[in-house]
């Protein structure tokens, strides 16, 4: 069992940024890849950026490539995207979520096992 929270969200102007995070529990954090997702109003969610379990490889969408940055912090649980530059169009509830294994095919949704509640991103232009 992985439960997993996000916060960070918030409301912010066009070229600001934002650093949100999702803190996971119940069992080893190292050992799961983890991915961050959005769903803005009326869209299908979509993919925004991953890490593997090992810390070693990131990955992003290309959408934000350039502007966001994915972190980890195994010490304290946690994995963080930076987001700057933000852009009307990032507007989105952004999405925790974690595998439960190392790797995968983690741009898809259905790689991943576990999801957090969602945080609120709000860019205004």
């Known amino acids: 069992q992985v439960r997993l929270v996000e916060s960070g969200g918030g409301l912010v102007q066009a070229g600001g940024s934002l650093r949100l995070s999702c803190a996971a529990s119940?069992?080893?954090?190292?050992?799961?890849?983890m991915g961050w997702f959005r769903q803005a109003p009326g869209k299908e969610r979509e993919f925004v950026a991953a890490?593997?379990?090992?810390?070693?490889?990131?990955y992003y969408a290309d959408s934000v490539k350039g502007r966001f940055t994915i972190s980890r912090d195994n010490a304290k649980n946690t994995v963080s995207p930076q987001m700057n530059s933000l852009k009307p169009e990032d507007t989105a509830v952004y999405y925790c979520?974690?595998?439960?294994?190392?790797?995968?095919?983690?741009?898809?949704?259905?790689?991943?096992?576990?999801w957090g509640q969602g945080t609120q991103v709000t860019v205004s232009s």
């Open positions: 979520a974690a595998h439960k294994a190392v790797g995968g095919y983690l741009r898809s949704q259905g790689s991943y096992d576990y």
């Open positions: 119940g069992r080893t954090f190292s050992d799961c890849a």
């Open positions: 890490f593997t379990g090992g810390g070693s490889t990131a």
